[in-house]
């Protein structure tokens, strides 16, 4: 945001926008997603469409075909989703209790994408959560309130 007193930034110029086209998808009967993680950069054609619960969908944001159906697993008991990031290393989720699990490569065993807690990271609760890994590992986490001017 600018400060008191400096201009305001110029608005881009119409012809430098990216082109924003949908895809039509098929989601599966009661998949209702709320979170879409774009892929890690092994996978950049491909992204993962997840429930608040714990369901997911693997897309391929070219087409929007549905590559796969997939559960994380040990996600429920932590609350619902509401934030999540997919990155080299895996998928990392913040949930409603503050809880933080990282779901590590890619694999999927059967269906289920295994998830497990990070102990010690723990969010404040109420806010809207972004995550992101560093390159030495160690995670980043940014959280807005409701009514802060940030």
Do not use: Y
Request: a neutral charge; one cysteine or more.
């Amino acid at each position: 945001l600018p400060r008191k007193g400096a201009p305001a930034a110029a608005a881009p110029a119409a012809e430098s926008r990216a082109a924003v086209a949908a895809s039509p998808v098929q989601w599966p009967a009661l998949f209702e997603p709320e979170h879409l993680a774009c892929g890690p950069s092994e996978r950049p054609t491909v992204a993962a469409a997840l429930s608040k619960h714990g369901r997911g969908m693997f897309l391929n944001i070219e087409t929007g075909a549905a590559l796969q159906h997939f559960v994380l697993e040990g996600v429920a008991s932590n609350g619902r989703i509401i934030s999540a990031t997919w990155d080299d290393h895996g998928l990392l989720l913040a949930t409603s209790t503050g809880s933080v699990l990282e779901c590590a490569g890619s694999a999927l065993l059967d269906g289920r994408w295994k998830c497990l807690l990070l102990e010690g990271a723990k969010l404040p609760g109420g806010g809207a959560v972004a995550l992101s890994r560093g390159a030495g590992g160690g995670l980043t986490a940014a959280v807005a309130f409701g009514g802060e001017g940030s």
